[in-house]
C-alpha cells in the first residue's frame, strides 16, 4: 500500500549565535493511509519545524518529502503551495482564526481559495459545522466562541477540502484538559471515519498514548517511543473498537 507520506533523510539546521543549530538529524518517517501517528517532544525539540517542513511550508537543508508518488522537495513555491491547499490539513496549536469572518466563513475559505463556487462552500462549511457539533454557531465570530469552539472550528476548517494528510501541532496545548480531551477524541475519530493520515505534534503522553503510531522526537533524533509504563516501544497499534488495517 502506497504511503500517503514519506519521509526520508530530513535535515534541518538554524544559524545561532554559536553557529548552526541541527534541529532535525536524518529523521524517517512514513504514514499510511487511515494512520494516526503522534510525535512526542519537548518543547524546542523540533515538532513544529518537523511538521512545518512535510506540510511545505519550509524546505529542508537535506532529504526527501512525498505525497504519494510526488516528490515534495522538487517542487516550487507556487506548486508547493497548489499542491498544499489540496492534500494537506492544518491545525495549530492557536486557531488562526480570521477574527473578521464567522465559523461557516472560516471553514469555507480554504474551500474559495481552492476554487469552489460559493454555494458549494457554503454547504460543506455547513456539512462540517454539524460534524463539530456547532451548527448553532455558524454565524458566531471568533472572539463569541470559547477555546474549544474555536479549535472545532480550526479542526473543520483543516478538514474543508478533504485532505489526505492532516498535521496537528500541539492542537490541545491551550485547552484544559477535559476540553483537550474531547477534541483529540473527535480528531481521531474524524481519522478513522474517512481514512485520513495524520500526524500529530503533542507534548501530552496520555493523548498521544490514543494513536495507532507513536515517536519521540529528542535532539533531531526520531525514535519509536517507549511506554513509560510498560517499557516496550510503542509501535503501530489499533485501539479497541477502532477501524482495522
Not at 538554524?14 to 519537548?42: N, Q, T
Not at 462549511?125 to 460534524?131: M, Q, R, S, T, V
Given at each position: 500500500?502506497?504511503?500517503?507520506?514519506?519521509?526520508?533523510?530530513?535535515?534541518?539546521?538554524?544559524?545561532?549565535?554559536?553557529?548552526?543549530?541541527?534541529?532535525?538529524?536524518?529523521?524517517?518517517?512514513?504514514?499510511?493511509?487511515?494512520?494516526?501517528?503522534?510525535?512526542?517532544?519537548?518543547?524546542?525539540?523540533?515538532?513544529?519545524?518537523?511538521?512545518?517542513?512535510i506540510g511545505g511550508l519550509?524546505?529542508?537543508?537535506?532529504?526527501?518529502?512525498?505525497?504519494?508518488?510526488?516528490?515534495?522537495?522538487?517542487?516550487?513555491?507556487?506548486?508547493?503551495?497548489?499542491?498544499?491547499?489540496?492534500?494537506?490539513?492544518?491545525?495549530?496549536?492557536?486557531?488562526?482564526?480570521?477574527?473578521?469572518?464567522?465559523?461557516?466563513?472560516?471553514?469555507?475559505?480554504?474551500?474559495?481559495?481552492?476554487?469552489?463556487?460559493?454555494?458549494?462552500?457554503?454547504?460543506?462549511?455547513?456539512?462540517?459545522?454539524?460534524?463539530?457539533?456547532?451548527?448553532?454557531?455558524?454565524?458566531?465570530?471568533?472572539?463569541?466562541?470559547?477555546?474549544?469552539?474555536?479549535?472545532?472550528?480550526?479542526?473543520?476548517?483543516?478538514?474543508?477540502?478533504?485532505?489526505?494528510?492532516?498535521?496537528?501541532?500541539?492542537?490541545?496545548?491551550?485547552?484544559?484538559?477535559?476540553?483537550?480531551?474531547?477534541?483529540?477524541?473527535?480528531?481521531?475519530?474524524?481519522?478513522?471515519?474517512?481514512?485520513?493520515?495524520?500526524?500529530?505534534?503533542?507534548?501530552?503522553?496520555?493523548?498521544?498514548?490514543m494513536a495507532d503510531t507513536?515517536?519521540?522526537?529528542?535532539?533531531?533524533?526520531?525514535?519509536?517511543?517507549?511506554?513509560?509504563?510498560?517499557?516496550?516501544?510503542?509501535?503501530?497499534?489499533?485501539?479497541?473498537?477502532?477501524?482495522?488495517?
Open positions: 500500500m502506497e504511503a500517503v507520506c514519506s519521509v526520508q533523510g530530513l535535515c534541518k539546521s538554524y544559524a545561532s549565535g554559536a553557529g548552526r543549530l541541527e534541529v532535525l538529524r536524518g529523521v524517517d518517517l512514513s504514514l499510511r493511509p487511515g494512520e494516526v501517528a503522534a510525535v512526542l517532544g519537548a518543547s524546542g525539540s523540533g515538532k513544529s519545524t518537523l511538521l512545518q517542513l519550509d524546505r529542508p537543508d537535506a532529504g526527501t518529502i512525498r505525497y504519494g508518488d510526488r516528490e515534495v522537495t522538487r517542487l516550487d513555491d507556487e506548486e508547493r503551495a497548489a499542491l498544499r491547499n489540496r492534500y494537506v490539513g492544518f491545525v495549530f496549536q492557536h486557531h488562526h482564526l480570521m477574527a473578521e469572518f464567522s465559523a461557516l466563513e472560516n471553514i469555507a475559505i480554504p474551500l474559495l481559495v481552492a476554487g469552489a463556487s460559493r454555494t458549494a462552500a457554503w454547504a460543506r462549511a455547513g456539512e462540517l459545522l454539524e460534524l463539530i457539533g456547532l451548527q448553532a454557531r455558524a454565524t458566531h465570530r471568533p472572539a463569541q466562541l470559547s477555546g474549544g469552539e474555536q479549535q472545532r472550528v480550526a479542526l473543520a476548517r483543516a478538514l474543508a477540502n478533504r485532505p489526505r494528510l492532516v498535521l496537528a501541532d500541539e492542537p490541545t496545548g491551550n485547552l484544559d484538559r477535559a476540553t483537550g480531551e474531547a477534541l483529540h477524541e473527535l480528531l481521531y475519530s474524524v481519522a478513522r471515519r474517512w481514512r485520513q493520515s495524520w500526524l500529530v505534534a503533542t507534548h501530552n503522553e496520555y493523548l498521544a498514548g507513536r515517536w519521540r522526537l529528542e535532539e533531531g533524533v526520531l525514535s519509536p517511543w517507549e511506554d513509560p509504563v510498560g517499557g516496550a516501544p510503542a509501535g503501530p497499534s489499533r485501539p479497541e473498537g477502532g477501524m482495522s488495517r
